[in-house]
């Protein structure tokens, strides 16, 4: 596979006519912020955003997903497999998409969420402003770069460096002015996303398999867990904006017949309180995650430790949303893992 | 939108796709709970391992994990207990014979028969826990002589919580299984044992080497755990048939993680000696 090269002048014709050509999702203004939408020409697109409010996990894992549909007791499955082009997206949140990928595939292959991933084309961009709460440049080791993309853009001066790492990546290059990149050209790419890595102002101060070790034995310290958690809402909005959180709810809607309707299933959320609970009838019910400080646990426990082993990194890519999104402002994996790792 | 093969994708097909299956006969058991006999509307043979469990729905309603109550040794037919605790569960036991239900199953793991063969066997079932453990009750009792010792322990909270009553007339008479029951709570025609379930551990004589299969109330576990300990019994050897909050039921919606395991696929039988490094468990 080939780098090639097009000049500022000429990419905005190729995203114009790449988008006339299939469905474009890619990063977007919305009032001061970012978010993933669909671009219908070039000048909707904001490559120079520093992230997004959701990640682009939506693509593959609407919020609402028709998994079977029915008609009485007739019923089918309701596979989409509408390949998209997600367009524009930064390492850490390829990461994440190759997290959910891997996630997906495992045990029981899910036809809801691949059908469409596979038939989706990623194409990775350099990050050109990073976020003030990310923290992407200390997660993980040399070989925790993304996998699951098609294709990586980096902007450079006159123009941008498209690296195609697979047919579907080699395939865009047909709708735009692109040549050979130079070696030249290629190196200034590999150094513009190397540099951005020291980029950001928050850092872990210990290597993932050092904080894996601590939080993993922090388990039954109590007091910990419940004074991190302690003004915790259990909104669950730290999971929600999160790009390798995927839990989900399955719930059955019908149409205003009464006789058809569909299986859907709906994000969720493990901090807020229903997540774990069951109702074991006559009133009774029993719930295995019932304080802040375990369900907190849990999603600490998951981002740092849980996973690692499967995944070969942490499950938390460092992209700052969680940070952000939290009305107490203690969801912070910086924080949450710094103060664990002094305790 | 919707596509019609996506075989490459996904080779095993579509998991969240039920079968139907048709209502063969209907019991009411207790005040809350009906006993169901299945069978595949397709008519196809009923497999699955002791222990399993199936997601069992009704469509506008949703579904609801359920172990399977009935052995596979009996392949036309398959036995569920469904207690009324909500929405899908009451709309289930309004059903009635004929009727048509949906099951995606059988999932995840079941008791370790290979384990079990040849040794002695007790099982403890406290409430509904002996719904799960009829599967391999069932099963051990169409193969007898596969298994040494079968003891079975079956505790309730009174009598009137007491289930498969003439499964219980059976096991009383049989010379080849030693039942021993008891009730929190006794009333005016209950002559039996009154206490909690460990007290059952009295009534017998039981070799360090027996292997153990406990289902019931999450509070029990530890108790009969306990007692088992007194007798010698290793950890390994100890089973535990976890209930969980399961939505999915396999390993993708993250509503039964106990830890870094799933109830649902790595479950819900679990080996006490790998229980005890999940805090989240018991
Ligand atoms: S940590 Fe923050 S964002 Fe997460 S549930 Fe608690 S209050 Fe909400
Ligand atoms: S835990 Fe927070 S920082 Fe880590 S990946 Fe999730 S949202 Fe981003
Ligand atoms: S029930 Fe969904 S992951 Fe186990």
Redesign the interface.
């Given at each position: 596979m080939n780098p090639y090269f097009i000049t500022a002048n000429d990419f905005d014709a190729f995203v114009t006519k790449m988008s006339k050509d299939k469905k474009v999702i890619g990063p977007k203004a919305k009032k001061q912020k970012f978010v993933f939408g669909e671009i219908k020409s070039a000048d909707h697109l904001r490559l120079d955003y520093d992230v997004t409010i959701l990640p682009p996990k939506k693509v593959f894992t609407p919020t609402c997903q028709t998994?079977?549909t029915?008609d009485?007791?007739k019923?089918?499955?309701?596979?989409?497999?509408?390949g998209v082009i997600l367009f524009g997206v930064h390492f850490y949140d390829i990461r994440g998409i190759d997290i959910t990928d891997l996630?997906?595939r495992?045990?029981?292959?899910?036809?809801?969420y691949?059908?469409k991933r596979?038939a989706s084309t990623i194409v990775g961009s350099n990050i050109q402003n990073v976020s003030k709460r990310s923290f992407w440049g200390s997660i993980g080791t040399s070989d925790s770069g993304p996998k699951g993309h098609d294709a990586f853009l980096t902007k450079m001066d006159g123009g941008y460096v498209l690296e195609c790492l697979t047919q579907k990546g080699e395939d865009l290059v047909k709708f735009g002015n692109w040549s050979k990149a130079s070696a030249a050209q290629v190196s200034e790419a590999e150094k513009i996303n190397k540099d951005v890595m020291d980029k950001c102002s928050q850092k872990l101060s210990h290597s993932s398999s050092e904080i894996a070790e601590k939080v993993r034995n922090s388990?039954?310290n109590q007091e910990l867990w419940s004074n991190l958690a302690e003004d915790c809402f259990s909104c669950g909005s730290c999971n929600t904006v999160c790009p390798t959180c995927?839990?989900?709810?399955?719930?059955?809607k019908?149409n205003l017949n009464?006789v058809s309707?569909m299986?859907n299933?709906y994000w969720?959320s493990?901090l807020t309180e229903d997540?774990?609970?069951?109702?074991?009838?006559?009133g009774s019910e029993?719930n295995?995650?019932e304080t802040r400080g375990?369900r907190f646990r849990?999603r600490i426990?998951?981002k740092a430790?849980?996973?690692n082993e499967k995944l070969g990194t942490p499950a938390c890519v460092g992209c700052g949303r969680c940070s952000a999104a939290c009305t107490a402002d203690i969801a912070d994996p910086v924080n949450v893992i710094n103060k664990i790792m002094e305790v | 939108m919707t596509a019609t093969d996506y075989s490459q994708v996904a080779p095993q097909g579509n998991i969240f796709l039920p079968k139907e299956c048709k209502i063969v006969n209907v019991k009411q058991v207790t005040e809350l709970e009906r006993h169901f006999t299945l069978k595949h509307a397709d008519g196809s043979k009923v497999k699955f391992e002791p222990g399993q469990i199936m997601e069992v729905s009704l469509f506008g309603f949703g579904e609801i994990p359920i172990g399977y109550a009935s052995s596979p040794t009996r392949e036309n037919t398959f036995d569920i207990v469904i207690r009324t605790v909500g929405r899908v569960s009451g709309a289930v036991n309004k059903l009635n014979e004929g009727d048509s239900l949906f099951i995606r199953g059988p999932l995840g793991h079941g008791f370790p028969l290979e384990d079990l063969r040849k040794k002695d066997v007790l099982i403890v079932a406290g409430g509904i826990g002996l719904c799960p453990t009829r599967s391999l009750i069932q099963y051990i009792t169409d193969k007898r002589s596969e298994f040494k010792r079968f003891i079975l322990f079956y505790g309730t909270k009174d009598p009137s919580q007491q289930m498969f009553l003439d499964d219980i007339a059976k096991w009383k008479k049989a010379n080849d299984v030693e039942y021993h029951e008891t009730v929190d709570r006794g009333d005016s025609n209950w002559k039996g044992n009154v206490g909690v379930i460990t007290e059952l551990f009295k009534k017998t004589e039981l070799s360090a080497d027996t292997r153990v299969v406990i289902c019931g109330p999450p509070i029990m576990f530890r108790f009969v755990v306990a007692e088992c300990e007194k007798v010698g019994i290793k950890y390994e050897n100890i089973y535990l048939d976890l209930e969980r909050r399961m939505k999915c039921g396999v390993g993708k919606c993250g509503h039964c993680q106990i830890n870094d395991k799933y109830a649902c696929i790595d479950g819900p039988v679990f080996r006490y000696s790998d229980l005890k490094k999940l805090e989240e468990a018991l």
């Open positions: 998994l079977v029915f009485g007791d019923f089918e499955g309701n596979v989409d497999n509408d996630l997906f495992e045990n029981n292959r899910d036809v809801n691949l059908a596979e388990f039954d995927y839990c989900f709810d399955v719930q059955d019908w009464q309707g299986r299933r969720d493990c997540f774990a609970k069951v109702s074991l009838g006559a029993e295995f995650r375990e849990h426990m998951r430790t849980y996973l | -």
